[in-house]
């Protein structure tokens, strides 16, 4: 069965500081994987994704990922961190459900809080 | 804003009775996913339905039940209340059944059993 771990419920970075949220996944096949961001009250928003081609994935809001075949790892990284980043991320995988749709595997999430 | 609109926001009601959720997916999505997110299950995949027909299903109970209509919007029924059922409920669609293409979803439904 295809999963995700986050293994950091929280994660503190300091703004201007570079950040990284971890993900590591475990899929039988090709890995097509995801990154959303959810801010209080509100409903997960798309980042960013690798389906194939480059390792290094640019999304939204100047987040990138680095997905990495070898340690089963796809990390969302930012340069620089804002404190508007300040959120709960989530990394998700493609489930292949006979092959016959895209629904997602959640990982737990990971808070990320920026201070000032 | 996702495009997708979920209602209503938000939905108190107590232990055994029925509810509805609606969800109104993007303009020319086709799929519609619905999922339920709370605090000791995290982000679960419930059900999912493709230009009207449902297409796969994930852990969602019996009590619960979903359809899509001709005009592609999506109810979510959750029927014999539990406190249990107490979770955020979203809805997510996309323009087809594609492994390629992202999901959008909506603000969500949060539902209280009293």
């Known amino acids: 069965a295809q999963s995700v771990a986050q293994p950091e419920d929280q994660v503190n970075v300091a703004e201007g500081n570079p950040l990284t949220v971890k993900c590591t996944y475990s899929?039988?096949?090709?890995?097509?994987l995801f990154w959303y961001v959810q801010y209080p009250n509100r409903g997960l928003q798309f980042l960013l994704k690798?389906?194939?081609?480059?390792?290094l994935v640019k999304g939204s809001y100047g987040f990138e990922a680095e997905f990495n075949k070898s340690q089963t790892s796809f990390h969302l990284k930012k340069p620089s961190a804002l404190v508007s980043d300040s959120a709960l991320y989530f990394c998700?995988?493609?489930?292949?459900?006979?092959?016959?749709?895209?629904?997602?595997?959640f990982g737990t999430g990971t808070l990320l809080a920026v201070q000032p | 804003d996702s495009g997708v609109t979920q209602t209503p926001k938000h939905l108190i009601t107590a232990t055994g009775q029925r509810v509805t959720l609606r969800c109104s997916p993007r303009?020319?999505?086709?799929?519609v996913y619905w999922y339920q997110q709370s605090l000791d299950q995290g982000l679960q995949f419930l059900i999912q339905?493709?230009?009207?027909?449902?297409?796969a299903k994930g852990n969602i109970l019996e009590r619960f039940s979903a359809q899509q209509f001709p005009d592609l919007h999506s109810e979510l029924n959750l029927s014999s209340l539990e406190l249990g059922d107490s979770a955020l409920y979203f809805c997510?669609?996309?323009?087809?059944?594609?492994?390629?293409?992202?999901?959008?979803f909506g603000d969500g439904t949060r539902l209280s059993i009293l």
């Open positions: 997510a669609s996309s323009v087809e059944d594609n492994r390629n293409q992202p999901q959008h």
């Open positions: 899929v039988s096949g090709n890995p097509y």
């Open positions: 690798y389906i194939t081609g480059d390792n």
């Open positions: 998700a995988v493609r489930d292949f459900y006979g092959g016959a749709t895209n629904k997602l595997i």
């Open positions: 303009s020319g999505d086709l799929s």
């Open positions: 339905y493709y230009n009207g027909e449902e297409r």
